[in-house]
């Protein structure tokens, strides 16, 4: 029987597992059969929110380390499923900003010991390069379908099971909880995490919890480049443009709150292919190579939810990573496998609680 059962194999379910499996857990990860692929696999892998110094602090806590902890992560799984070192690219980021928002955004950055200076046009780049901006050298971006595969494979090399059904129903136990499955099963342990991105919300309603969240579709497209054309992450208002090493760039994304289907869409593209060229006027002469689409779990406030669910002792949920889960995830993971091993929390508990909405 394992120690504890995780619904979901996110980035965020995927990264607890790896804790709790440090922590000498024997877990079993659930996964729903998935036609289409999971937010984890279809973000970008910026190690950064965007505008990072709109957040609050609930949220800089999750994610002004994220670098490091990712370099930290590539170093221990490389090898694993072809993870190379180059996967976390760190390309730095540069950020279009005008003057009175750079100001506050050095402030932040000063606070937050976030290395940034102020850099005038990005000097590779004749689209939204040739504008004021911020130079982050230490955020770069992380190939996070890579990642994940990694991920599954050491958990499986470490004995962590994989099942393949959707959780239907969670009934709460004196400790833990049982999970009813789409395949008749039932599973119980003294301890459950809840972390089914999007689909979380609906698990959790019929245990009378209400949380602000809901789907945020959002799509992507790639191009082929030499590698090094985009030398760094660009952000700009109206998009971004993230390099991975081998030349592959991604061109986003689209957000549409509320919207919940996978579909790629043929106005999403007309809208990332203008972004592309706005942000890199040569991208209007070249076909992408891919076009997808993902569902965010979408929170109307600015971090997530991470924490025990209200009167049910040993069942826990993450809940709302919308746009920064990538980002978010390995400090989020930690703090969810220390306070399910009751070790000392690493954030403080009250501001992520799921009873605090
Ligand atoms: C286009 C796009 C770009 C993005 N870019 C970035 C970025 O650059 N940086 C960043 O930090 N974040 C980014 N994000 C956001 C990020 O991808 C998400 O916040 C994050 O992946 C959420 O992770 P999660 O593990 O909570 O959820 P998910 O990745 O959605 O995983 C949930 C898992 O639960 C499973 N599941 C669902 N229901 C059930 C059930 N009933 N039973 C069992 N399993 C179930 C699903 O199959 C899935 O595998 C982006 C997202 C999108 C769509």
Same mark, same amino acid.
Request: glycine fraction near 20%; charge should be negative.
């Given at each position: 029987m394992a120690d504890v059962l995780i619904a979901g194999a996110g980035i965020v379910g995927l990264l607890s597992a790896f804790e709790l499996t440090k922590r000498g857990r024997r877990v079993t990860v659930i996964d729903a059969p998935a036609l289409y692929p999971p937010a984890s696999w279809a973000?970008?892998?910026?190690?950064?929110?965007?505008?990072?110094?709109?957040?609050?602090d609930p949220m800089n806590r999750l994610t002004v380390d994220a670098p490091a902890r990712y370099r930290r992560l590539v170093d221990e799984l490389?090898? $694993?499923?072809? !993870?190379? /070192?180059?996967?976390?690219?760190?390309s730095g980021l540069w950020v279009a900003v005008g003057e009175a928002e750079r100001e506050r955004a050095l402030a932040w950055a000063r606070l937050w010991e976030v290395p940034c200076q102020r850099a005038d046009e $990005?000097?590779? !780049?004749? /689209?939204?390069?040739?504008q004021p901006g911020l130079w982050f050298p230490e955020i770069g971006n992380i190939r996070n379908p890579r990642m994940l595969k990694a991920l599954r494979s050491w958990l499986s090399r470490r004995g962590v099971r994989f099942r393949t059904a959707a959780v239907k129903r969670i009934e709460p136990r004196r400790r833990g909880a049982s999970l009813w499955l789409s395949d008749g099963e039932c599973l119980t342990a003294p301890a459950v995490l809840v972390?089914?991105?999007?689909w979380t919300a609906g698990l959790l309603a019929p245990l009378g919890v209400r949380l602000p969240l809901f789907p945020a579709k959002g799509e992507m497209l790639l191009y082929r480049l030499a590698?090094?054309?985009?030398p760094a992450i660009i952000l700009t208002e109206q998009g971004y443009l993230i390099p991975r090493a081998d030349g592959a760039v991604l061109v986003g994304s689209t957000l549409e709150e509320g919207e919940g289907s996978h579909y790629r869409s043929v106005t999403g593209r007309w809208a990332l292919e203008r972004k592309a060229a706005r942000l890199l006027?040569?991208?209007?002469?070249q076909r992408p190579m891919a076009h997808w689409a993902g569902v965010r779990p979408g929170c109307a406030r600015g971090w997530p939810y991470l924490g025990?669910?209200?009167?049910?002792?040993?069942l826990f949920a993450a809940a709302g990573h919308h746009r920064n889960g990538l980002v978010a995830a390995p400090a989020s993971a930690e703090f969810l496998a220390r306070l399910m091993c009751a070790e000392?929390?690493?954030?403080?508990v009250g501001d992520y609680s799921l009873s605090s909405s």
């Open positions: 973000g970008g892998g910026i190690l950064s929110p965007l505008f990072a110094w709109r957040y609050a490389a090898g $694993h499923a072809g !993870l190379r /070192g180059d996967d976390l690219n760190d $990005h000097e590779h !780049l004749s /689209g939204a390069g040739r972390s089914s991105g999007a590698p090094g054309r985009v006027p040569e991208l209007a002469d025990e669910v209200p009167g049910c002792s040993g000392t929390p690493s954030l403080p």
